[in-house]
């Protein structure tokens, strides 16, 4: 089993950033890709970034990228995802996912097999 929580959300206005951390437990973490999903309301839930275990290859959602980063620190048992410039239609739940399958990063919900509880960010225009 692995617990994943999620914190950094919150409100802030449009061109500001947030930084979201996912703390992992009860498996080694460094043996788990990463990702970052979120759902806006009445929207299907959307990958936002992916981290092989190692953070030798990082995935982005192209609508996102040059905005988002998602760092991961395996002494620390955390992934991180950056968001810089963001905007209203950012608003949304994010969250984190942990995929056991290493080989590679899938940018598909149904391939992670444990989610955290979400975290609320909320873009002011």
């Known amino acids: 089993q692995v617990q994943l929580v999620e914190s950094g959300g919150g409100l802030v206005q449009a061109g500001g950033s947030l930084r979201l951390s996912c703390a992992a437990s009860g498996r080694t973490f460094s043996r788990l890709n990463m990702a970052w999903f979120r759902q806006a309301p009445g929207k299907e839930r959307e990958f936002v970034a992916g981290i092989s275990w190692s953070g030798s290859r990082v995935y982005k959602n192209e609508s996102m990228k040059g905005r988002f980063t998602i760092p991961r620190d395996n002494a620390k048992n955390t992934v991180y995802l950056q968001m810089n410039s963001l905007k209203p239609e950012d608003t949304a739940v994010y969250y984190c996912?942990?995929?056991?399958?290493?080989?590679?990063?899938?940018?598909?919900?149904?391939?992670?097999?444990?989610w955290g509880q979400g975290t609320q960010v909320t873009v002011s225009s």
């Open positions: 996912a942990a995929d056991t399958d290493r080989s590679f990063v899938s940018t598909g919900k149904y391939e992670y097999d444990y």
